[in-house]
T-cell receptor
Framework: KAGVTQTPRYLIKTRGQQVTLSCSPI?????VSWYQQTPGQGLQFLFE???????NKGNFPGRFSGRQFSNSRSEMNVSTLELGDSALYLC??????????????FGPGTRLTVL | AQSVTQLDSQVPVFEEAPVELRCNYS??????LFWYVQYPNQGLQLLLK??????LVKGINGFEAEFNKSQTSFHLRKPSVHISDTAEYFC????????????FGKGTTLSVSS
């Protein structure tokens, strides 16, 4: 079974632009979560989608948004990019039959650099 | 709110030596506990998780961890490490019955040398 895939793997943008990152979960997985990883703040939870609905949200500004499609694929969008948005963005998927107990499988991440 | 503290940012050890990576958590509700490993330029991989039951949890690659409720700790151990265990290790918690949101510690870099 294919793992979690994220596209693109690397991205360079300039301040003020917007960006869309894509995540394809493992086949059959219905939950998709997004995390931001930076050297200073570490790994931080952005949001989680389950059956096309945002179920949980971390403490990030409204510039960060996401959505999930009927095939469970997910996208996250960051508008009006700031230098501090430079990070590795990780997507994780799980079956989520039972809240919180199913293993989350992480993708390799998208490395976003904001210049 | 939950928080996770990994007490050592870097742990250098020699090959075949035992290792313990320490993790303490703080939470006002019941939590699930996890250890993940991240190799360079890769995503995270689950090593083991504690959901309930036996406090000693065995995971992949010979790792194990013990949940101590009174000390709110979940330390990761391996009796004999290999060069290939060099990686960054993250301890995480999630609130029971509250979805998949993981709260991570800052990570511990394990460096194994010969």
């Amino acid at each position: 079974k294919a793992g979690v895939t994220q596209t693109p793997r690397y991205l360079i943008k300039t301040r003020g632009q917007q960006v869309t990152l894509s995540c394809s979960p493992i086949s059959g997985h219905r939950s998709v979560s997004w995390y931001q990883q930076t050297p200073g703040q570490g790994l931080q939870f952005l949001f989680e989608y389950f059956s096309e609905t945002q179920r949980n949200k971390g403490n990030f500004p409204g510039r960060f948004s996401g959505r999930q499609f009927s095939n469970s694929r997910s996208e996250m969008n960051v508008s009006t990019l700031e230098l501090g948005d430079s990070a590795l963005y990780l997507c994780a998927s799980s079956l989520e039959v039972s809240l919180g107990t199913d293993t989350q499988y992480f993708g390799p991440g998208t490395r976003l650099t904001v210049l | 709110a939950q928080s996770v503290t990994q007490l050592d940012s870097q742990v250098p050890v020699f090959e075949e030596a035992p290792v313990e990576l320490r993790c303490n958590y703080s939470s006002s509700v019941s939590v699930y506990l996890f250890w993940y490993v991240q190799y360079p330029n890769q995503g995270l991989q689950l090593l083991l998780k504690y959901l309930s039951g036996s406090t000693l949890v065995k995971g992949i690659n010979g790792f194990e961890a013990e949940f101590n409720k009174s000390q709110t700790s979940f330390h990761l151990r391996k009796p004999s490490v290999h060069i290939s265990d060099t990686a960054e290790y993250f301890c995480a918690v999630s609130e029971k019955q509250a979805g998949t949101a993981l709260i991570f510690g800052k990570g511990t870099t394990l460096s194994v040398s010969s």
